[in-house]
């Protein structure tokens, strides 16, 4: 990541695509429903956490670690998909 406004751009698109797949997944499949939501508030509070860290970050270390947060959070995410569109119920 170049700078904090790239990274920021960075966790907007990731935060889109897990919304807009859970969305995806309400719509053709009521029964995961709840997971689904259980994900976007969890993504949520994720994107919050980690602009405010953005925010408060001073040094290059801070940053860093922010960005290294970010990739961990987003290989998670993509688990949680993945696992919620091949559990048929």
Do not use: H, W
Not at 32 to 52: G, P
Not at 57 to 79: H, L, N, P, Y
Request: proline share 1%; net charge negative.
């Amino acid at each position: 990541m170049a700078n904090k406004r790239t990274l920021k751009r960075n966790i907007n698109a990731m935060i889109v695509d897990v919304i807009d797949e859970c969305i995806y997944i309400q719509d053709t499949q009521p029964s995961k429903e709840d997971a689904s939501e259980s994900l976007i508030n969890e993504v949520i509070q994720t994107y919050n956490d980690l602009l405010s860290k953005i925010n408060k970050a001073k040094g290059k270390g801070e940053f860093v670690a922010i960005v290294q947060s970010f990739e961990e959070k987003s290989d998670q995410f993509i688990d949680k998909l993945n696992a919620l569109n091949q559990n048929e119920s």
